[in-house]
Nanobody, 127 residues
Framework: EVQLVESGGGSAQAGGSLRLSCTVYGLDFDDYGGSWFRQAPGKERERVSCIGYTGASAHFVDSVKGRFTISRDNAKNTLYLQMNDLKPEDTAMYYC????????????????????WGQGTQVTVSS
């Protein structure tokens, strides 16, 4: 059984930073792309960032480009999201996700793709 355990959410002031972590169990993580999604109240879930299985490629939604960094440590089966210069509009529940298809490119994203999901961690940014 695949299990994803997240940590690192919390509260920050605008302009501050937070780092999210997600450890993956029950899967050869280095064969799968990893992503972070978020969902704010009343809004649809969006993919914030994705990193390929080797870590060589990454994609970001336009609203976080230049502020967020995604990385992975395959030796630790862990995915990270470093969030800098946080804005109130970053407030949401953040979910880590691992693609169910091996070695699929992040650029091939579709809302129909299936993932294994973390439990979610709340990020709240105050102005």
């Amino acid at each position: 059984e695949v299990q994803l355990v997240e940590s690192g959410g919390g509260s920050a002031q605008a302009g501050g930073s937070l780092r999210l972590s997600c450890t993956v169990y029950g899967l050869d993580f280095d064969d799968y792309g990893g992503s972070w999604f978020r969902q704010a109240p009343g809004k649809e879930r969006e993919r914030v960032s994705c990193i390929g299985y080797t870590g060589a490629s990454a994609h970001f939604v336009d609203s976080v480009k230049g502020r967020f960094t995604i990385s992975r440590d395959n030796a630790k089966n862990t995915l990270y999201l470093q969030m800098n210069d946080l804005k109130p509009e970053d407030t949401a529940m953040y979910y880590c996700a691992v693609d169910t298809a091996r070695r699929r490119s992040c650029s091939a994203y579709s809302s129909s793709f299936t993932y294994s999901w973390g439990q979610g961690t709340q990020v709240t940014v105050s102005s």
